[in-house]
Every structure is written in C-alpha cells, then in structure tokens.
T-cell receptor, first 112, second 113 residues
Framework: NAGVTQTPKFQVLKTGQSMTLQCAQDMNHEYMSWYRQDPGMGLRLIHYSVGAGITDQGEVPNGYNVSRSTTEDFPLRLLSAAPSQTSVYFC???????????FGDGTRLSIL | GENVEQHPSTLSVQEGDSAVIKCTYSDSASNYFPWYKQELGKRPQLIIDIRSNVGEKKDQRIAVTLNKTAKHFSLHITETQPEDSAVYFCAASRAGSARQLTFGSGTQLTVLP
C-alpha cells in the first residue's frame, strides 16, 4: 500500500514549456486535490475531484488543467509554464468529504 | 467561502515548555478541524483532528480545543521536544463541501534545547 505517489519529485522547466505532474493513489479514495505551497502562504487549492469524471476549480486554478479518468489517477497539467508557477505541488486524497487527507511527497517545480 | 486565520506565524519555546497555536474560522457550518505537521522538505502529516460535536481531544502530548461559539480552535503541545520543531497547519471543512479543507497559513515552531 503505497498511499499517494507523486512524480516527478523535482523538475526544472523553461518559461512557456508544458508538463504534467502525476498523482496516483491506491487507497480507493474518491476525493483528490492538488495544492501549491509557497513560502508564508500555506497550502492553496488548485483543482479538486470528487470522483472519476468529476473535477472543479479551487482558489488558484489559472494556468492549470486536470482530468480524472480513473479513481486512482489525478494528473495536473501546466499549459504554458510561467515563473509565478514556481512552487511545491502536493497531491492529496481522502475517502470522502470531511475526512483526513493523505498527502504525497510533493513535486518541487522551478520555472526559469 | 471559508477563511482560516492562524497565529502566530512563528513561535519559539524552550524544550519542556508548552506551545499553543490558535486558529479562527469564518464559516459557522464548518465541523471538521484537522492539524497537520510538516517537517522541512516533507509532506504534511495529520497529527490530530476534532469534530464539532467534541470540545477537546487529547493524544499523548498533543491536544486540540474547539470553541464553536467564538469560531476558534487551538493546538496545545506540552513538554515540547526538539523533534516537535516543524511547521504546523490548521484547517477547516464542512460536510458536503467538495472543496474539502481550507488551510491556515502555518506556524513555524522552533523548540530550543
């Protein structure tokens, strides 16, 4: 039981490049979320999903897309990377609403 | 939407002393309040949580108290140890909210030997 697995752990991109951050969980959790963490600003919600085929925007969705084709996977796509997207990205999952969230190890992303 | 404020942003205590971190929330319908600990370079990990039908919960040296009327909740760590040094985040959510948790901005706790 691996929990929440994120890949890659580190990535450096050039402005304008696109990439996908992967997130997979093996706990059969329905709810999954993506957060970004910047110094002094806590964890901010980018996008979330309450089940396969259902996604919605969080508080900072601009510049990111998500999809949820299976219960296990919830990839985050950066469409055209910008320096303002330099951050640590965490994926999290929970069985349902109002339950503890389990976090992955994070992806540290730098945009030059 | 929900807004969670967390204070203080930094806290230094002597080893063996107690530490208290406070959070306030805005949505009176919120009913689930977890606390996460994040060590440097690591993932946030749940350390304790409380639901609105309970006023206090303890787990060894850690306790959380909830005041629904005032809409605030606090984390109490007793007999602090150097390994308690980390960033602590409070969060709030309510049943039926697909957005799940709203996090506070975090408290950097440093336990001085």
């Amino acid at each position: 039981n691996a929990g929440v697995t994120q890949t890659p752990k580190f990535q450096v991109l050039k402005t304008g490049q696109s990439m996908t951050l992967q997130c997979a969980q093996d706990m059969n959790h329905e709810y999954m979320s993506w957060y970004r963490q910047d110094p002094g600003m806590g964890l901010r919600l980018i996008h979330y999903s309450v089940g396969a085929g259902i996604t919605d925007q969080g508080e900072v969705p601009n510049g990111y897309n998500v999809s949820r084709s299976t219960t296990e996977d919830f990839p985050l796509r950066l469409l055209s990377a910008a320096p303002s997207q330099t951050s640590v990205y965490f994926c999290a999952s929970s069985y349902r609403d109002n339950q503890p969230q389990h976090f992955g190890d994070g992806t540290r992303l730098s945009i030059l | 939407g929900e807004n969670v404020e967390q204070h203080p942003s930094t806290l230094s205590v002597q080893e063996g002393d107690s530490a208290v971190i406070k959070c306030t929330y805005s949505d009176s319908a919120s009913n689930y309040f977890p606390w996460y600990k994040q060590e440097l370079g690591k993932r946030p990990q749940l350390i304790i949580d409380i639901r609105s039908n309970v006023g206090e919960k303890k787990d060894q040296r850690i306790a959380v108290t909830l005041n629904k009327t005032a809409k605030h909740f606090s984390l109490h760590i007793t007999e602090t140890q150097p390994e308690d040094s980390a960033v602590y985040f409070c969060a709030a959510s309510r049943a039926g909210s697909a957005r799940q948790l709203t996090f506070g901005s975090g408290t950097q706790l440093t336990v001085l030997p």
